[in-house]
């Protein structure tokens, strides 16, 4: 154990290792003809491009938060200016993690096209193997950045008194990832929905034309955006998970005195499951194969699965190695930790299958939405909104019974290692997530190809399970930022001396209410934000139709012979072939990337900027409130938002695969869809990283906004002596004593005494001004 102690950054080396082996692997595959490499080239340069500008417009906020953290870390005891460099480097992972997931995933989609020619099971291989390299991408970079950090730090700030500020300094790489993941989720979100929805409203829906067709001057724009969302935004999104649980549960494990390690086996404890998870995770990778006619959701569950199995093994061992089996502050030892490890990685699970439930063609959900779109677009909305509210149920009943058996066997910290037990295993989950869009991808580019019927049949089929993988992602995603939440929450009042969150004092219940109001302000923001730039694209997409003489013909002829044309005459087809490329795909992406990088900045600086002000303006107590609010109501809308989304989603594909497209129950699925676009793929998934970036931003200002220990002890002390007292007598007495000075300040003082059995409390208060002025007439 002290090996995997002292060499923690090697396991995130060797997760680094592993991904380029995986991605040159990708890369050696077959991209397929002239065609489907120029559409998949017009993909990557558009997902590029996104990230090129978007990272400009980071580069400024990063230097500008940097300055501020160096001045800040600087100026107060138990701080240091190299909170600025975690920052960065924290920043650095993450945008790093998203490259480095964007680029193999804008790879690995025409490869698994082209495998899809030959069979299933080896388009499944490449995808899984893009997937691969953005799951361990993001562990690996995790591990590695913050074990790395830990140890400089500890060699600069040596022993247990500097313990405390080695964490607070540490918690900038947390608030640096959580920064980008928030901008990379609200801009990808944004333009993968503006894409989408102006694709399917004036493509399928105006047009009647396939998804996915050539002729539509979004869908490059479109596939952009499955890249854009669902890999880097998703990739963002759990790696900000993945460290602040770490880093939440350190800050904690420092209150728990260990007799090995120094006496910091709480503190090593999470960052030595991360380790061994990507050892695990890697091992998953190999489980993963289908043969043709098998299924592939049952290769994926193989992999999740037996890396979850193995990762619970080794956690019984890593943690009985760290923590000793009675120790002050965890009152069940080692087997209360490791219990609470479980109890994390059951829920994080359990939230996935319901939320799988709630998404999945065929199941009841998603009927009773197909049934009513028979109805119009109103009872569609009315149905998908039901359901969305309905799936909050279990999820939060599955989250507030992890909370409460984790806290049972270890306390606070067993919240948080609770989170860290549900993300042990991130690379393989991330990896699930990430094959969804690059299957997606595959078969957009099959269809712009115009390959065989059979090739789009398995792309569809490896699809479908990506849609599910998806949903399963989003579940985890939003279980997983709840107990990361709380765990940054639990170490923001330990570094805060905050002891209760008392909700009968006015400013604390102030704060619960705006927490409270942020996610739907936030919500509001990023969906009106998708609206504009869908106007945009919409406008776009019609002038193209309307203006571009070629896609004016060939639209005449794709109605003629309803989308086949296979039964096109020779010079109908000619035609049609005359619009090949015609369409400007980079106007669109154009578009949105603009609108993205645009609409992104205000939601981001609301998630930073509250937080501070009201912890500066209303003190600890009250942003400890704020935190509690937006926390509750964020996971609430996250579920509601994300769920009903994915129903609306399958929901049209049901209709779709019943081969009753063009119909009026299929219009009005395409309705709730594009309602259900923004809520799954924008606003849902960017509530998770708004609870976390506020709870990271609570840590990180905390040093300079606790309240004075001493004070609070002794303030705590007669309070509690007093309510016993009062409870159990009726022998009270109060005098108060009023002086006035007027000495040209008109200064009074109040003081208080209350007597209760013989216990004396005194209280002094200080008036000035006008204040003494009314005093003194009341008085009178």
Same mark, same amino acid.
């Given at each position: 154990?002290?090996?995997?102690?002292?060499?923690?950054?090697?396991?995130?080396?060797?997760?680094?290792?592993?991904?380029?082996?995986?991605?040159?692997?990708?890369?050696?595959?077959?991209?397929?003809?002239?065609?489907?490499?120029?559409?998949?080239?017009?993909?990557?340069?558009?997902?590029?491009?996104?990230?090129?500008?978007?990272?400009?417009?980071?580069?400024?906020?990063?230097?500008?938060?940097?300055?501020?953290?160096?001045?800040?870390?600087?100026?107060?005891?138990?701080?240091?200016?190299?909170?600025?460099?975690?920052?960065?480097?924290?920043?650095?992972?993450?945008?790093?993690?998203?490259?480095?997931?964007?680029?193999?995933?804008?790879?690995?989609?025409?490869?698994?096209?082209?495998?899809?020619?030959?069979?299933?099971?080896?388009?499944?291989?490449?995808?899984?193997?893009?997937?691969?390299?953005?799951?361990?991408?993001?562990?690996?970079?995790?591990?590695?950045?913050?074990?790395?950090?830990?140890?400089?730090?500890?060699?600069?700030?040596?022993?247990?008194?500097?313990?405390?500020?080695?964490?607070?300094?540490?918690?900038?790489?947390?608030?640096?990832?959580?920064?980008?993941?928030?901008?990379?989720?609200?801009?990808?979100?944004?333009?993968?929905?503006?894409?989408?929805?102006?694709?399917?409203?004036?493509?399928?829906?105006?047009?009647?034309?396939?998804?996915?067709?050539?002729?539509?001057?979004?869908?490059?724009?479109?596939?952009?955006?499955?890249?854009?969302?669902?890999?880097?935004?998703?990739?963002?999104?759990?790696?900000?998970?993945?460290?602040?649980?770490?880093?939440?549960?350190?800050?904690?494990?420092?209150?728990?005195?260990?007799?090995?390690?120094?006496?910091?086996?709480?503190?090593?404890?999470?960052?030595?499951?991360?380790?061994?998870?990507?050892?695990?995770?890697?091992?998953?990778?190999?489980?993963?194969?289908?043969?043709?006619?098998?299924?592939?959701?049952?290769?994926?569950?193989?992999?999740?699965?037996?890396?979850?199995?193995?990762?619970?093994?080794?956690?019984?061992?890593?943690?009985?190695?760290?923590?000793?089996?009675?120790?002050?502050?965890?009152?069940?030892?080692?087997?209360?930790?490791?219990?609470?490890?479980?109890? *994390?990685?059951?829920? *994080?699970?359990?939230?996935?299958?319901?939320?799988?439930?709630?998404?999945?063609?065929?199941?009841?959900?998603?009927?009773?939405?197909?049934?009513?779109?028979?109805?119009?677009?109103?009872?569609?909305?009315?149905?998908?909104?039901?359901?969305?509210?309905?799936?909050?149920?279990?999820?939060?009943?599955?989250?507030?019974?992890?909370?409460?058996?984790?806290?049972?066997?270890?306390?606070?910290?067993?919240?948080?290692?609770?989170?860290?037990?549900?993300?042990?295993?991130?690379?393989?989950?991330?990896?699930?997530?990430?094959?969804?869009?690059?299957?997606?991808?595959?078969?957009?580019?099959?269809?712009?190809?115009?390959?065989?019927?059979?090739?789009?049949?398995?792309?569809?089929?490896?699809?479908?399970?990506?849609?599910?993988?998806?949903?399963?992602?989003?579940?985890?995603?939003?279980?997983?930022?709840?107990?990361?939440?709380?765990?940054?929450?639990?170490?923001?009042?330990?570094?805060?001396?905050?002891?209760?969150?008392?909700?009968?004092?006015?400013?604390?219940?102030?704060?619960?209410?705006?927490?409270?109001?942020?996610?739907?302000?936030?919500?509001?923001?990023?969906?009106?934000?998708?609206?504009?730039?869908?106007?945009?694209?919409?406008?776009?997409?019609?002038?193209?139709?309307?203006?571009?003489?070629?896609?004016?013909?060939?639209?005449?002829?794709?109605?003629?012979?309803?989308?086949?044309?296979?039964?096109?005459?020779?010079?109908?087809?000619?035609?049609?072939?005359?619009?090949?490329?015609?369409?400007?795909?980079?106007?669109?992406?154009?578009?949105?990337?603009?609108?993205?990088?645009?609409?992104?900045?205000?939601?981001?600086?609301?998630?930073?900027?509250?937080?501070?002000?009201? *912890?500066?303006?209303?003190?600890?107590?009250?942003?400890?409130?704020?935190?509690?609010?937006?926390?509750?109501?964020?996971?609430?809308?996250?579920?509601?938002?994300?769920?009903?989304?994915?129903?609306?989603?399958?929901?049209?594909?049901?209709?779709?695969?019943?081969?009753?497209?063009?119909?009026?129950?299929?219009?009005?699925?395409?309705?709730?869809?594009?309602?259900?676009?923004?809520?799954?793929?924008?606003?849902?998934?960017?509530?998770?990283?708004?609870?976390?970036?506020?709870?990271?931003?609570?840590?990180?200002?905390?040093?300079?906004?606790?309240?004075?220990?001493?004070?609070?002890?002794?303030?705590?002390?007669?309070?509690?002596?007093?309510?016993?007292?009062?409870?159990?007598?009726?022998?009270?007495?109060?005098?108060?004593?009023?002086?006035?000075?007027?000495?040209?300040?008109?200064?009074?003082?109040?003081?208080?005494?209350?007597?209760?059995?013989?216990?004396?409390?005194?209280?002094?208060?200080?008036?000035?001004?006008?204040?003494?002025?009314?005093?003194?007439?009341?008085?009178?």
């Amino acid at each position: 154990m002290e090996f995997i102690v002292n060499y923690l950054p090697l396991f995130g080396v060797l997760a680094l290792v592993f991904i380029i082996f995986k991605n040159n692997w990708v890369v050696k595959q077959e991209e397929g003809d002239a065609k489907m490499t120029r559409i998949a080239k017009n993909i990557a340069d558009g997902a590029m491009s996104f990230l090129k500008a978007e990272y400009k417009v980071l580069a400024i906020f990063v230097v500008a938060v940097a300055i501020l953290l160096y001045f800040k870390g600087t100026s107060e005891a138990g701080s240091s200016g190299m909170v600025a460099v975690s920052f960065i480097v924290g920043a650095i992972c993450s945008a790093l993690a998203g490259f480095i997931g964007m680029k193999v995933a804008t790879k690995a989609n025409v490869r698994t096209t082209q495998a899809a020619k030959t069979s299933l099971g080896k388009a499944l291989e490449v995808a899984f193997a893009g997937g691969a390299v953005m799951g361990l991408g993001v562990v690996g970079l995790g591990v590695l950045g913050l074990s790395g950090l830990f140890m400089i730090y500890q060699e600069m700030w040596p022993g247990a008194d500097n313990l405390s500020m080695v964490l607070n300094v540490l918690s900038g790489f947390s608030l640096g990832a959580s920064s980008i993941a928030l901008f990379a989720r609200v801009g990808g979100g944004i333009y993968t929905k503006a894409a989408d929805v102006g694709a399917d409203l004036v493509g399928k829906v105006e047009a009647g034309i396939p998804e996915d067709h050539p002729l539509n001057p979004a869908t490059i724009a479109d596939n952009v955006g499955d890249n854009v969302g669902d890999v880097a935004g998703m990739g963002a999104d759990l790696f900000e998970s993945y460290v602040g649980s770490i880093i939440g549960t350190m800050v904690l494990g420092a209150f728990i005195f260990t007799p090995n390690f120094d006496g910091l086996g709480a503190v090593y404890l999470p960052l030595v499951l991360a380790a061994i998870g990507i050892v695990m995770s890697i091992l998953g990778t190999f489980f993963v194969k289908v043969k043709d006619g098998g299924n592939p959701q049952t290769a994926l569950n193989i992999g999740e699965y037996g890396s979850a199995g193995l990762m619970v093994i080794a956690s019984y061992f890593i943690i009985h190695s760290l923590i000793p089996e009675s120790v002050e502050g965890l009152p069940s030892g080692a087997m209360g930790v490791f219990w609470s490890t479980i109890t *994390g990685l059951v829920a *994080g699970l359990l939230v996935g299958k319901i939320t799988e439930y709630y998404t999945a063609t065929g199941k009841k959900p998603v009927m009773s939405i197909v049934k009513q779109s028979e109805t119009g677009s109103a009872t569609n909305i009315i149905a998908g909104l039901g359901v969305g509210m309905m799936s909050t149920m279990f999820p939060i009943l599955i989250i507030a019974t992890a909370i409460m058996v984790s806290h049972h066997f270890a306390g606070m910290y067993g919240i948080a290692i609770a989170a860290v037990g549900m993300l042990a295993n991130t690379g393989i989950q991330l990896a699930i997530d990430a094959y969804g869009p690059i299957c997606d991808n595959a078969g957009g580019i099959a269809e712009m190809a115009e390959l065989p019927k059979e090739v789009r049949k398995r792309t569809d089929k490896l699809d479908a399970v990506g849609n599910s993988t998806a949903a399963v992602g989003k579940g985890f995603a939003i279980a997983s930022a709840a107990l990361t939440a709380l765990a940054l929450f639990a170490a923001f009042m330990k570094t805060a001396n905050v002891t209760a969150i008392d909700v009968s004092q006015p400013k604390i219940m102030a704060g619960l209410l705006v927490g409270g109001m942020l996610p739907f302000v936030f919500s509001a923001l990023s969906m009106n934000a998708v609206g504009r730039a869908a106007m945009a694209m919409i406008e776009e997409v019609r002038r193209q139709f309307r203006d571009i003489p070629q896609l004016k013909a060939a639209l005449v002829i794709m109605r003629k012979y309803d989308s086949d044309m296979s039964k096109a005459t020779p010079e109908d087809r000619k035609i049609f072939d005359e619009a090949d490329g015609v369409a400007d795909y980079g106007k669109c992406i154009d578009i949105s990337t603009k609108a993205s990088i645009k609409e992104m900045v205000l939601p981001g600086l609301l998630a930073i900027v509250v937080p501070v002000a009201v *912890g500066f303006i209303g003190g600890a107590e009250m942003l400890g409130g704020l935190l509690a609010g937006v926390t509750t109501c964020g996971v609430l809308m996250a579920i509601f938002q994300s769920n009903a989304g994915g129903a609306w989603d399958n929901a049209k594909k049901t209709i779709e695969e019943q081969g009753r497209k063009g119909t009026d129950a299929h219009k009005a699925s395409v309705v709730g869809d594009t309602v259900g676009d923004p809520f799954k793929d924008t606003s849902g998934p960017s509530l998770n990283i708004l609870l976390k970036l506020m709870s990271v931003v609570a840590l990180v200002i905390a040093p300079s906004i606790a309240l004075n220990i001493d004070k609070m002890e002794a303030h705590n002390s007669m309070t509690i002596e007093l309510h016993e007292a009062l409870t159990s007598s009726k022998n009270v007495e109060k005098e108060i004593r009023v002086e006035v000075k007027d000495n040209g300040d008109k200064i009074a003082t109040v003081t208080t005494t209350t007597t209760v059995d013989g216990l004396e409390k005194v209280e002094v208060e200080t008036l000035e001004g006008e204040d003494v002025e009314k005093l003194i007439k009341k008085k009178e």
